[in-house]
């Protein structure tokens, strides 16, 4: 049906039908004092040409340069072909597409996406997406604290190595459900969770633990023996992990003995470009056993009253459409178009291409590490195996050095002091496929012009 | 209309009560609210040897449109779940009275019977629900 708004004639009879002459005499009720008159801070209507004008002068000012930032979110190369096929009109108009007698291609691609995000994963299932990584975790905390029926403590383990926006997450969804968030210190050698120091945990009740993978660090976790602990211990084991890297490292559903039971994480790294933080898509996986305290969209595939395939959503019954208060989750949705490009990807690359991808990421960030590191004054603070990212530790103070390496159109990574003081100067950096040869050269090339102007300032000062 | 035998006890959340000799109760659905619910496919009990009160939620329903809760309608400890139901759920469409009871509870305090509705004001409950 076409969206077809009112005529002026339209809205005539339909007044006339309720006995008033306008619209605004729909709203009496709202007390006068209440209604906003005019807004002050908006400003008035522009024009087409004169609107495109001014977004162009202010997207002008981003400067991008290189990018060696990570932290959360990654700068791949998308094939063209991702994102016209995305923008067709099927895909893209089309809102809430669940009906099934009207949205089988929809639904079609939501399932494949499910079949690709859980095999990736290594678990039996997957929703249709979320908002985002870390809405996806906090998701899977409560998921956790719902289906584990030994554990009544509701306590959660949270590793200081989950990404720190997570944490915040988790903390403000989760956090306020009677659910205890006890925070894991890591080893300052390694930038990793240390198996034995669960330990002090041994007589107690414990829900689940959150294993990141790799951790917000760039550096991989002992997940085997982490899962081995939590599954002693009867807690579910939540894996945050970023589904490139699953290409390479063992999936969550072979960690230790038993596997993860729940698997979470940022799809961003997936066909979707960077975009000021959004939007983006969080996936949410499980063991069979979990299915029905996963929130979210789950499509299934069936057969009609011909025995012919099709498509439809399953599982609804703890939805907030039907539970509402009750329902396993009230903020959630999934992010159809984004999902939309991930399969594309995914499909595009095969898991061959994805392991190229990935391995090209670990390469890249190895080379740049070695080159950064020969620059005096710059060492590599944990001495475990990283997937694409790693921590540099400066003489100078890390903010003065971004913003050198800014000038000469480089963003040389995320300043991880507001999140870790106790690391001091230090840089996350990272380097995906993007980047060549003559960009890590360039980077080492500006890092040492950086260092030497502060080598001759200290010798000035000691004069 | 829906089945509502006589020699049972109810609640107005549509739970239905048998009460032996020895103070255990029986537990399940009722025939009026199976129908609202549609197929059963899947059902969550209590654990046995929990102690629950009258009134908790201690379980789930859940059809093919619905989840329902399954509150206690009395006070006590869970002494058997039915186990039928994991692999047959069907039971509680098909013999909501019988078969497809959902647990048994050792009853604290049988004076709590007495706040359950018999079949009669049930049956005003359900009347007064379809209008």
């Known amino acids: 049906m076409p969206f077809i708004p009112h005529t002026e004639k339209d809205i005539k009879e339909m007044l006339a039908a309720i006995g008033t002459d306008s619209i605004r005499n729909l709203f009496d009720e709202i007390p006068a004092n209440l209604l906003a008159k005019e807004l002050k801070n908006i400003p008035h209507g522009m024009s087409e040409m004169d609107l495109g004008r001014l977004l162009q002068t202010l997207a002008d000012q981003n400067k991008n340069g290189l990018n060696f930032i990570g932290a959360g979110a990654y700068e791949h190369h998308i094939p063209a072909a991702v994102w016209d096929i995305t923008s067709r009109g099927e895909f893209l108009t089309a809102y809430t597409p669940y009906q099934a007698e009207a949205s089988q291609g929809t639904l079609q691609l939501l399932y494949e996406y499910q079949t690709m995000i859980a095999s990736l994963c290594g678990m039996e299932v997957a929703n249709a997406s979320l908002y985002d990584g870390a809405t996806a975790l906090a998701e899977a905390v409560l998921m956790a604290a719902r289906s584990n029926k030994n554990s009544k403590s509701h306590r959660v383990l949270m590793p200081m190595t989950v990404h720190p926006a997570y944490r915040a997450v988790v903390k403000a969804i989760a956090g306020t459900q009677n659910i205890e968030l006890i925070e894991l210190p890591y080893c300052t050698e390694g930038g990793h969770i240390l198996p034995a120091s669960l330990q002090r945990f041994a007589d107690q009740d414990i829900t689940a633990l959150i294993i990141p993978q790799p951790n917000f660090f760039g550096v991989l976790e002992e997940v085997d023996a982490l899962t081995d602990w939590a599954k002693k211990k009867n807690a579910l084991v939540i894996a945050v992990v970023n589904p490139m890297s699953l290409a390479l490292l063992k999936e969550p559903g072979q960690w230790g003995e038993s596997g993860a039971d729940i698997v979470c994480g940022e799809g961003q790294p997936l066909g979707v470009p960077l975009a000021s933080g959004g939007p983006y898509f969080g996936f949410l996986c499980c063991k069979q056993e979990f299915v029905r305290q996963m929130p979210g969209r789950i499509v299934g595939r069936t057969v009609d009253l011909d025995g012919k395939e099709g498509f439809a959503l399953t599982l609804q019954a703890r939805e907030q459409h039907i539970r509402r208060a009750k329902a396993t989750s009230n903020i959630c949705t999934n992010q159809g178009l984004l999902v939309t490009a991930a399969t594309i990807y995914m499909s595009l690359l095969g898991p061959e291409g994805l392991k190229r991808v990935a391995a090209m990421c670990h390469e890249n960030t190895q080379l740049l590490v070695e080159k950064l590191t020969k620059v005096a004054g710059v060492e590599l603070v944990f001495n475990r195996p990283y997937f694409h990212e790693a921590v540099l530790r400066f003489t100078k103070p890390v903010q003065a050095v971004l913003k050198e390496l800014a000038h000469a159109g480089i963003q040389g990574g995320y300043a991880l002091a507001d999140d870790y003081p106790e690391l001091g100067e230090t840089l996350l950096v990272c380097a995906t496929e993007t980047k060549t040869a003559e960009d890590l050269d360039a980077y080492q090339k500006h890092l040492k012009e950086c260092h030497c102007e502060e080598r001759s300032d200290v010798e000035a000062l000691s004069i | ?131």
């Open chain 2, 1 to 131: 209309m829906s089945q509502i035998p006589t020699d049972l006890k109810y609640t107005e959340t549509h739970e239905w009560v048998r009460i032996d000799d020895e103070g255990v109760a029986t537990v399940g659905i009722t025939d009026h609210a199976q129908g609202l619910l549609g197929d059963v496919v899947y059902i969550e009990l209590p654990e046995i040897d929990s102690e629950i009160n009258s009134e908790d939620e201690i379980g789930v329903v859940e059809s093919v449109k619905a989840a329902a809760d399954v509150y206690s309608p009395l006070g006590g400890t869970v002494v058997e779940i039915n186990e039928a139901l994991a692999g047959a759920p069907q039971l509680i469409n098909t013999d909501p009275y019988g078969e497809g009871w959902l647990f048994r509870i050792q009853v604290d305090d049988e004076d709590e019977l007495k706040e359950l509705l018999d079949a009669d004001h049930y049956a005003e409950t359900v009347a007064a629900e379809e209008h």
